[in-house]
């Protein structure tokens, strides 16, 4: 076996593109294939992108102070033990999105071209729909997370998202400083 | 933190479907890992590559392919750190249970 072969960055973004056809071999044109090991490409440097991002968004977490509400105002607006918590998880969620959003959304882009590309070039579809589901789209629990947060009065929501802010924060950490945590 | 014990725990539908799905996250890491590395050995014996005369590794592509490497444990981390977070909520918002309750705290924070 020629080593240089092992070493060459043709055959390891040739790979990429090899896994996800539906078979070892599979026969796919030469046009096809330079556009498989092209998009194959940008799915590693989406995936670089993310991964960094998330370190990134991370950081910010580790780092900044959580949110503290204040109990008058709680109660000045009617506020549950169970509405704080709804506000709190879902702002959770909301805003490591938005720190991560960018590199997510790319990712989640590239992966579906290459889903909607895949009778053309030969793609094992459902490789490509496993990472999307995984890595790129909000579960049903998370939607539910949302809707639960839009039925709370608009006043607690202008409330919570003053304290909260865009910031991604930590879910258990904000709980407990808040006195919601039920051990 | 440490861990306290936990006896008699008897995880619930909801904890169970969790777990099932960290499990599959953390398959589908190496998915993408293996797309990334395993591949280099299917396409030396694929049979329809005409073979390379001129062999260019270029510094940017190395970088590339390092990169994607190493963001791979980040995204894995981060999947498997939003299911734990959703059944921490879970417990908090609706159906408590202490014993589940302490179990997913450990998981998210490990024993140390």
Same mark, same amino acid.
């Given at each position: 076996?020629?080593?240089?072969?092992?070493?060459?960055?043709?055959?390891?973004?040739?790979?990429?593109?090899?896994?996800?056809?539906?078979?070892?071999?599979?026969?796919?044109?030469?046009?096809?294939?330079?556009v498989?090991?092209?998009?194959?490409?940008?799915?590693?440097?989406?995936?670089?992108?993310?991964g960094?991002?998330?370190?990134?968004?991370?950081?910010?977490?580790?780092?900044?102070?959580?949110?503290?509400?204040?109990?008058?105002?709680?109660?000045?607006?009617?506020?549950?033990?169970?509405?704080?918590?709804a506000?709190?998880?879902?702002?959770?969620?909301?805003?490591?999105?938005?720190?991560?959003?960018?590199?997510?959304?790319?990712?989640?882009?590239?992966?579906?071209?290459?889903?909607?590309?895949?009778?053309?070039?030969?793609?094992?579809?459902?490789?490509?729909?496993?990472?999307?589901?995984?890595?790129?789209?909000p579960s049903?629990?998370?939607?539910?997370?949302?809707?639960?947060?839009?039925?709370?009065?608009?006043?607690?929501?202008?409330?919570?998202?003053?304290i909260?802010?865009?910031?991604?924060?930590?879910?258990?950490?904000?709980?407990?400083?808040?006195?919601?945590?039920?051990? | 933190?440490?861990?306290?014990?936990?006896?008699?725990?008897k995880?619930?539908?909801?904890?169970?479907?969790?777990?099932?799905?960290? $499990? *599959? &996250?953390?398959?589908?890491?190496?998915?993408l890992s293996?797309?990334? %590395?395993?591949?280099?050995?299917? @396409?030396?014996? $694929? *049979? &329809?590559?005409?073979?390379?005369?001129?062999?260019?590794?270029?510094? %940017?592509?190395?970088?590339?392919? @390092?990169?994607?490497?190493?963001?791979?444990?980040?995204?894995?981390?981060?999947?498997?750190?939003?299911?734990?977070?959703?059944?921490?909520?879970?417990?908090?918002?609706?159906?408590?249970?202490?014993?589940?309750?302490?179990?997913?705290?450990?998981?998210?924070?490990?024993?140390?």
């Amino acid at each position: 076996m020629d080593v240089s072969k092992l070493l060459s960055p043709r055959y390891i973004i040739l790979s990429l593109a090899i896994v996800f056809s539906a078979s070892c071999g599979a026969a796919v044109d030469a046009g096809s294939e330079e556009v498989l090991e092209h998009l194959s490409r940008k799915i590693l440097k989406a995936t670089a992108s993310y991964g960094e991002r998330i370190e990134y968004c991370d950081k910010i977490v580790a780092s900044s102070d959580v949110p503290k509400f204040d109990k008058e105002q709680l109660t000045k607006l009617k506020a549950s033990r169970e509405d704080v918590v709804a506000a709190v998880a879902y702002l959770t969620f909301n805003n490591y999105f938005l720190c991560e959003r960018n590199e997510r959304l790319g990712l989640a882009f590239y992966l579906g071209a290459m889903e909607s590309l895949k009778s053309t070039l030969n793609v094992d579809s459902s490789s490509v729909s496993e990472l999307q589901s995984a890595v790129s789209y909000p579960s049903i629990r998370e939607l539910n997370l949302e809707l639960d947060y839009l039925k709370l009065p608009q006043s607690q929501r202008d409330y919570y998202e003053s304290i909260v802010g865009d910031a991604p924060f930590d879910l258990m950490r904000t709980l407990k400083k808040n006195s919601l945590i039920r051990e | 933190m440490s861990c306290p014990p936990i006896s008699g725990l008897k995880l619930d539908t909801e904890s169970k479907d969790a777990i099932g799905r960290i $499990t *599959k &996250n953390q398959n589908l890491a190496k998915l993408l890992s293996a797309s990334l %590395t395993v591949g280099v050995f299917n @396409s030396i014996f $694929t *049979k &329809n590559k005409a073979p390379v005369t001129a062999l260019n590794i270029t510094q %940017t592509d190395w970088d590339l392919y @390092s990169k994607a490497m190493s963001a791979l444990p980040n995204i894995q981390k981060r999947v498997i750190q939003k299911e734990i977070d959703m059944m921490i909520i879970h417990y908090q918002m609706g159906k408590y249970d202490h014993k589940h309750v302490q179990f997913w705290k450990g998981m998210k924070y490990g024993c140390k």
